[in-house]
């Protein structure tokens, strides 16, 4: 007896829902295939710094060194000229910066500056003015000695304190006031 197209239709294998199945399991494939590369990408970021970044701050020494102004450099020399003997001597004490800062004081000393005598603590500023923009550098204590190098915006005085220059105001400081104005 002979079936109805249905009833042979149900009997059939179902290809399409075969192909389906199989399409589904390949786009799951490809997906943890997808997140499995992607895992290893930020695992390898986030390691790459340490792996492949130095961190290591080398000095690097450039330059050359030279000799300060007080070495003694001696050459002895003979008549046949085969030897030639240099020897280097150094004060223990010396600083050459020293020697140079003495210089520059006695040159601006020379072109107007003085020293004066802090009266009683003022501040040594970035700029001749007490607003909110002029940075404190320090506290000039009292009775303290600074090189003064000119007068500026009427009272202040530009002068120089522990190696610091700024501007301190002038009433605050006795003795001879510089004659430079700027």
Known sequence: MSKKPQERAAEMPDK????????????????????????????TM?????????NASDEKITGRLTAPPNVTTIMMTTT?????????????NYDPYEEKKQNQQEELLASGAT????KSAVYLRSAPNS????????????AAEVTAFSIT????IYVEYNGIKGYAY???????RPTAVS
Not at 170 to 176: S, Y
């Open 80 to 92: 046949s000229a085969t030897t030639t003997k240099a020897t280097t001597t150094r004060d223990a």
């Open 153 to 156: 915006n009427y009272n202040w």
């Open 46 to 54: 986030l390691f790459a710094k340490s792996l492949f970044v130095s």
């Open 115 to 118: 020293h004066m005598k802090v």
């Open 16 to 43: 399409e829902g075969a192909a389906r199945k199989d399409w589904l399991t390949f786009i799951k494939g490809m997906v943890a295939l997808m997140l499995t590369a992607l895992l290893v990408i930020i695992v």
């Open 170 to 176: 002038g009433d605050f400081f006795e003795g001879d």
């Open 131 to 142: 607003t909110s923009e002029s940075k404190i550098y320090t506290t000039i204590p009292a």
